[in-house]
């Protein structure tokens, strides 16, 4: 059982900065694709950014390229999102999401919530105008 637990949210304004961490339990933190979703208030929720297990392959929602970075630290079992040039827009909860693909799909990135099996409880960023 993999458990993962996000913070770094809050409340920022427009233009400013938020760096979101999700700290994941287990010794093969190394093994996990990791992925960054959203859930503004009454819709559903989105793909923002995903990480291969291999750390070599990213990729990221059209509006947040340029402005959001996922990186991650094995070391300390962390993922990261580091967002930048924040938006109302980008007003939702955050969540962190883990998966443990096969060894054939180590350097895939999964943008599917369908595809993930762990995720953590949420984090509110609210960006103000």
């Known amino acids: 059982q993999v458990q993962l637990v996000e913070s770094g949210g809050g409340l920022v304004q427009a233009g400013g900065s938020l760096r979101l961490s999700c700290a994941a339990s287990?010794?093969?933190?190394?093994?996990?694709?990791m992925g960054w979703f959203r859930q503004a208030p009454g819709k559903e929720r989105t793909f923002v950014a995903a990480l291969s297990a291999s750390g070599s392959n990213i990729y990221y929602e059209d509006s947040v390229k340029g402005r959001f970075t996922i990186s991650r630290d094995n070391a300390e079992n962390t993922v990261r999102l580091q967002m930048n040039s924040l938006k109302p827009e980008d007003t939702a909860v955050y969540y962190c999401a883990a998966l443990i693909p096969s060894s054939s799909r180590y350097y895939r990135v999964y943008t599917k919530e369908s595809a993930y099996d762990y995720w953590g409880q949420g984090t509110q960023v609210t960006v103000s105008s």
């Open positions: 287990g010794r093969t933190f190394s093994m996990y694709a």
